[in-house]
């Protein structure tokens, strides 16, 4: 099993970044594909990006293809996402979530979550 803890998120203007990174609880992350999903208030929780366990596989939803950047360093028991050009419409909660082995692009398909943080883009 892992716990996730999730940080990094804040207040930027449009076009500015923000690095998120989330830090699991013991070795059992790099057995894990990993992602990153946002919901806004009256919204449902959607798909940002996931990467696989080996670090071969990713998805990224079509909203942030190409400003978004996935990585993980297991070593470290880490998953970041590096979010660049940013925009308004990216204001939500970002979660971080956990799943063993395979990877996966829904969120039922994920066994375990972070608490969440908040990023805020202003226009």
């Known amino acids: 099993q892992v716990q996730l803890t999730e940080s990094g998120g804040g207040l930027v203007q449009a076009g500015g970044s923000l690095r998120l990174s989330c830090v699991a609880s013991?070795?059992?992350?790099?057995?894990?594909?990993m992602g990153w999903f946002r919901q806004a208030p009256g919204k449902e929780r959607e798909i940002v990006t996931v990467?696989?366990?080996?670090?071969?596989?990713?998805y990224y939803a079509d909203s942030v293809k190409g400003r978004f950047t996935i990585s993980r360093d297991n070593a470290k028991n880490t998953v970041y996402l590096q979010m660049n050009t940013l925009k308004p419409e990216d204001t939500a909660v970002y979660y971080c979530?956990?799943?063993?082995?395979?990877?996966?692009?829904?969120?039922?398909?994920?066994?375990?979550w972070g608490q969440g943080t908040q990023v805020t883009v202003s226009s």
């Open positions: 990467i696989a366990w080996n670090r071969g596989n990713t």
């Open positions: 013991g070795r059992t992350f790099s057995s894990y594909a």
């Open positions: 979530a956990a799943r063993p082995l395979s990877i996966a692009t829904t969120a039922r398909a994920f066994n375990f």
